[in-house]
């Protein structure tokens, strides 16, 4: 019966990022640099709290966009930390980020559309957007610093442009937009009939400067989506917040109460407790990681890495392989693997923009970060 199912799931591939974890998982005595997950417990806090929500029986259905309480402390936690203005009503409580891509772009994507990601980039988007019948349009954004900015959006915005995706701070690349570089690009666009998709899972996780949305300047034009998973190191908890103007989030509302009906009861309590008594939970696990940044950019440069860019959020590294690999990323993967059994995420996972590239996480320890890039310098050189 396989050939009687959707040809364009059929078509869809694994994460590559998954592939690679997964053929690495249970090797003894690997250092995985791959998944994008902190190392830090959920604060206690947290957990207690949704415990206390299984002990009082609160393991029913919520409202379909979640408990009115979460929500509205989801509002003063956007106003408070980002300038952001949406009520309550204009929130939504999804099952994690990723269900909250998934219901945002299958309710503004049509066959034929055109939805613009800058490239490398997250492998979440470009399946849901081929499911919906739209086709993705990269940016190579390789020659830029990784950023998806104004002048390269000119090029490539035509008459079915229906989305733009800005996930900032970005997995892989772990830069960031400045407020200049976020109004450019409101600019741009204001008045096009072009929706932003804002995928700010990372924005509590940012160390030179305060993450700044782009909603702030295109409200109207902009949805908002975000999460507990990493800056509350909440990963199964399964909490994300989609926010858009009400005249948008009242239809997206269809199509997640259709998909998972509410995001879980239990979690959403946990998830009251981190955006109320746990708002600033994610400061210690910055300070953490920025002492890893500063680390693993002196280590790369040390090994010769050419043109390391240092991050400006989020907890990942995007390298430009060696020249000996010629351009191979999963080959230089690969033989980092079987010869000094550290395990990083090959660039191709991140399109093909990525090729040339392997992303390294540094949300572990530092003990196992020191071993795994002493194992790295071993292994470059060794040729």
């Known amino acids: ?30 250092i995985s640099l791959t998944i994008g997950q902190p190392d830090f417990p959920t604060p206690l806090h947290v957990k207690e709290a949704g415990k206390r929500a299984i002990d009082e029986n609160f393991t029913s259905y919520t409202h379909n966009a979640g408990m009115l309480e979460l929500r509205k402390a989801a509002s003063d936690f956007m106003k408070e930390k980002y300038r952001l203005d949406y009520d309550e009503d204009e929130v939504i409580i999804t099952s994690g980020a990723s269900q909250g891509i ?16 800058p490239g490398p980039v997250y492998p979440g988007y470009e399946p849901i957007i081929k499911l919906s019948g739209a086709k993705p349009v990269h940016i190579d954004t390789t020659s830029n610093g990784f950023k998806l900015d104004a002048s390269l959006l000119k090029t490539a915005i035509t008459s079915k442009t229906k989305c733009i995706i800005l996930p900032y701070p970005s997995n892989p690349t772990g830069v960031s937009l400045t407020a200049e570089e976020l109004k450019e690009i409101a600019d741009l666009i204001r008045g096009r009939g072009i929706f932003v998709v ?6 509590e996780l940012t160390f030179d400067r305060s993450h700044r949305s782009i909603a702030e300047f295109l409200r109207d034009q902009t949805i908002v989506i975000n999460g507990l998973s990493k800056s509350h190191s909440m990963t199964g908890w399964r909490i994300g917040m989609v926010m858009a103007p009400k005249a948008v989030s009242q239809h ?25 008594k746990g708002k600033d939970d994610a400061i210690p696990m910055k300070d953490a990681y920025r002492k890893r940044r500063e680390y ?39 033989e980092l693997v079987q010869k000094e059994k550290v395990a990083v995420v090959p ?6 923009m990525g090729e040339g590239y392997f992303r390294l996480s540094y949300a572990c320890s530092m003990e196992e970060l020191e071993e795994g890039l002493d194992r790295m310098e071993n292994f470059l050189a060794s040729f």
Do not use: W
Not at 298 to 305: A, N
Not at 347 to 352: K, M, Q, Y
């Open 102 to 117: 998934d219901v945002t772009l299958r309710s503004i994507l049509v066959e034929g559309d055109e939805c613009i990601l």
């Open 296 to 334: 693993v950019y002196k280590r790369l440069v040390g090994m010769g890495f050419r043109n390391v860019i240092k991050p400006d959020g989020a907890f990942y590294y995007f390298v430009e392989i060696p020249e000996r690999f010629n351009g191979d990323s999963f080959e230089f993967c690969l």
């Open 198 to 203: 804002a995928d700010e899972i990372y924005s």
């Open 252 to 276: 997206l509302l269809k199509v997640h109460q259709y998909n998972v009906s509410c995001a879980t009861s239990v979690s959403q309590k946990a998830a009251l407790a981190a955006l109320t």
């Open 1 to 30: 019966m396989e050939e009687k199912m959707n040809p364009r799931v059929l078509e869809l591939q694994l994460s590559g990022i998954r592939r690679f974890f997964n053929m690495v998982a249970g090797t003894e005595g690997m």
């Open 347 to 352: 660039g191709e996972a991140f399109s093909v």
